[in-house]
């Protein structure tokens, strides 16, 4: 009875300790806390291992999944595509095998009685030796001396072909001479982007990963950021390559001009569209300006971009083909492009720096030099704002002696010391602002002023307390 007792108390000691003991970790808990980012290069890490040991149907679910979290990775698609082509090779392969197996000699046409062979033809199968697939070996260049480069840029100037640029590019990457090497390798690619798959190499992952090294080591030189923007464009990551680009234009201003070329080129192209959305405006206010026989229109922009895109459009009532220029003027915009938008109205793209908020907010401020031999009159409505928003302002701003009849009537005006400020609320009207003829606009303004300063104070304060 004892010996009963003491296995029970035994058992039951077993019990609480391992009802109580500590949970096991858990690999999904930890999962769940990694970024989208981290998340998405570790599974293409392992879908590239799988690819490389023929596990090819493996490596297509990887990349499923990652396009299930992000449907924009062109990476992703690209391996899917070359996955599936390995299977189907791979499957060719096989049949032929198993047809020889089955059938390893010539099959005669089986003779009916009842047809004339003459007028039914002939015909044979005829089998071939299957020949084993062989992986086509990577070429590795040896080190190229002064003359082979030499003769390869030569040839490459005069043909002006990819493939000449290409091999260019390898000839420095053999001497471990990275710069020079990408310099000819974005040239190729601009020449022919098929030239990628000749990359045996591996020269743009190569780069690609010590560029990331010394951007997470955080000492980064202008430079670095741009080789890094223009490789991610390559490789389709256009989010982090617009704002590698970004930073490379605002640290030195030796990367700016080739990086503000890069960007204008996408704006230009239908990829815009996987980037960019109209932002929500929490303000708008616009001012016309005639001073020193030049024609400005100042705009100052409140914002926040949707899901915290950094090239963002802004719609103004312009003529696009009136505007001489456009220049940013705001920190928070590292520059701004005019572009033709709907019904030839202009169409401002901005680029903006980099904040780490969700939600950021952003204060743009453009001046737009018009020609007035382009347009013979100027229109300052929006109607990009919402209805409900109330900073939609519009203002002229100039001489007293160029405001006459032609100029409507606003809600705002104040004369001093032959200076006229008109405010237009443009909310109160629909977005409709006010229509004048520029050839009205001949004297410039009396005094300097602080445009900006009345743009941000005008319409909801009192205009006498701007001067």
């Known amino acids: 009875m004892k010996r009963a007792l003491s296995l029970v108390v035994f058992m039951a000691a077993v019990v609480l300790l391992v009802g109580f003991g500590p949970r096991p970790y858990s690999d999904l808990a930890e999962y769940k806390r990694l970024s989208l980012e981290t998340r998405i290069s570790r599974l293409h890490a392992a879908a590239e291992d799988l690819y490389r040991r023929r596990r090819y149907e493996d490596a297509v679910q990887l990349y499923d999944t990652i396009l299930a979290l992000d449907q924009s990775d062109l990476k992703s698609k690209l391996w899917i595509v070359k996955a599936r ?124 990963a010590e560029v990331e090294k010394r951007i997470e080591s955080g000492k980064v030189a202008a430079s670095e950021y741009l080789d890094s923007g223009k ?3 390559v490789q389709g990551e256009l989010r982090r390559a617009v704002n590698h680009l970004v930073k490379a234009a605002e640290l030195d201003k030796k990367t700016r001009q080739e990086a503000s070329d890069i960007l204008l080129t996408l704006i230009e192209s239908p990829q815009i569209d996987l980037l960019s959305a109209p932002p929500d ?88 030099q018009i020609d007035r031999g382009m347009i013979s009159y100027l229109d300052l409505s929006n109607y990009s704002l919402s209805a409900d928003m109330p900073d939609n302002w519009s203002f002229v701003i100039g ?40 050839s009205d606009f001949k004297e410039p303004l009396p005094r300097k002023l602080d445009i900006w300063k009345i743009i941000e104070t005008g319409g909801e304060a009192v205009i006498s307390n701007l001067f």
């Open 85 to 208: 082509s390995e299977i189907r090779r791979e499957r060719e392969e096989f049949d032929k095998q198993e047809r020889y197996r089955r059938y390893g000699q010539l099959i005669p046409k089986l003779k009916d009685d009842l047809l004339d062979d003459a007028t039914l033809g002939y015909f044979e199968v005829r089998y071939s030796e299957p020949k084993p697939y062989v992986r086509p070996v990577r070429k590795i260049r040896p080190q190229a001396s002064d003359a082979e480069i030499a003769e390869a840029k030569k040839k490459a100037e005069s043909s002006d072909v990819a493939a000449d640029y290409f091999e260019l590019a390898m000839q420095h990457w053999s001497r471990k001479d990275p710069e020079q090497a990408l310099k000819a390798y974005f040239k190729a690619i601009a020449l022919d982007h098929e030239i990628l798959s000749l990359d045996d190499e591996q020269l743009l992952l190569s780069v690609s």
């Open 231 to 233: 490789l991610l464009m």
């Open 281 to 368: 405006l929490l303000g708008f206010r616009q001012a016309y300006v005639f001073d020193k026989d030049s024609d400005t229109v100042y705009v100052r922009v409140t914002l926040i971009p949707k899901n915290r895109g950094q090239i963002v459009p802004i719609d103004i009532t312009i003529a696009a083909d009136a505007v001489k220029n456009v220049e940013s003027l705001s920190k928070d915009a590292a520059m701004a492009f005019a572009k033709t938008g709907v019904d030839n109205a202009l169409r401002v793209w901005a680029v903006l720096a980099d904040k780490e908020d969700d939600f950021a907010e952003y204060e743009l401020k453009l001046a737009i």
């Open 399 to 438: 001489s007293e002696f160029n405001f006459s009849d032609n100029v409507p009537k606003a809600e705002y005006e104040k004369k001093l010391d032959g200076l006229q400020i008109s405010g237009y609320h443009l909310t109160a009207s629909q977005g409709k602002g006010p229509s004048f003829l520029l």
